[in-house]
């Protein structure tokens, strides 16, 4: 499983400009609300949900809440719901908490379908934890774009 250290390597091996911000473990976005320096950008959720068939990692705005029939209706899923800490790490390699977009380098069976809120990308840079929640990188939109392409992970981008 890849480590905050790999993410950030792997990155750099593909060309992608990012900055890394330390701060103490956090949990939910009230935490990071408190514990993480401020910063310009977009700071999404990431919630790794599933119909029981196939796993979505869903991307979107922190002050949006999901409207999981609606996903289920645009995916062409069935009835979604949350995945469990167990396939959290079995599928992505992490523990509630630090689930991100980068999670997608743990997935080496390409079992997950990446839905990104197309907002998101729009506010740059763009934070996610590298595997690990007492960090956060900042990456703009389009490096996003070009992260998943690199990863074989070619992300279903929609309004959420």
């Given at each position: 499983?890849?480590?905050?250290?790999?993410?950030?390597?792997?990155?750099?091996?593909?060309?992608?400009?990012?900055?890394?911000?330390?701060?103490?473990?956090v949990f939910?976005?009230?935490?990071?609300?408190?514990?993480?320096?401020?910063?310009?950008?977009?700071?999404?959720?990431?919630?790794?949900?599933?119909?029981?068939?196939?796993?979505?990692?869903?991307?979107?705005?922190?002050?949006?809440?999901?409207?999981?029939?609606?996903?289920?209706?645009?995916?062409?899923?069935?009835?979604?719901?949350?995945?469990?800490?167990?396939?959290?790490?079995?599928?992505?390699?992490?523990?509630p908490g630090?689930?991100?977009?980068?999670?997608?380098?743990?997935?080496?069976?390409?079992?997950?379908?990446?839905?990104?809120?197309?907002?998101?990308?729009?506010?740059?840079?763009?934070?996610?934890?590298?595997?690990?929640?007492?960090?956060?990188?900042?990456?703009?939109?389009?490096?996003?774009?070009?992260?998943?392409?690199?990863?074989?992970?070619?992300?279903?981008?929609?309004?959420?």
């Amino acid at each position: 499983m890849t480590n905050a250290a790999a993410v950030m390597a792997w990155l750099k091996a593909q060309g992608l400009a990012y900055r890394v911000i330390e701060h103490p473990a956090v949990f939910t976005t009230a935490e990071a609300d408190r514990l993480v320096p401020p910063f310009e950008g977009s700071r999404p959720k990431n919630l790794l949900v599933t119909d029981q068939k196939r796993f979505f990692l869903v991307i979107l705005d922190e002050a949006k809440r999901l409207d999981f029939k609606a996903l289920w209706v645009r995916l062409g899923s069935g009835r979604l719901t949350m995945a469990s800490a167990a396939q959290l790490q079995t599928i992505l390699g992490v523990a509630p908490g630090s689930v991100s977009v980068f999670n997608v380098l743990n997935d080496e069976a390409n079992a997950v379908t990446v839905v990104i809120d197309r907002p998101v990308l729009t506010v740059s840079p763009v934070a996610f934890h590298p595997n690990d929640n007492t960090k956060t990188v900042l990456i703009s939109g389009e490096a996003v774009l070009k992260f998943l392409a690199a990863a074989h992970h070619a992300p279903v981008l929609c309004e959420l």
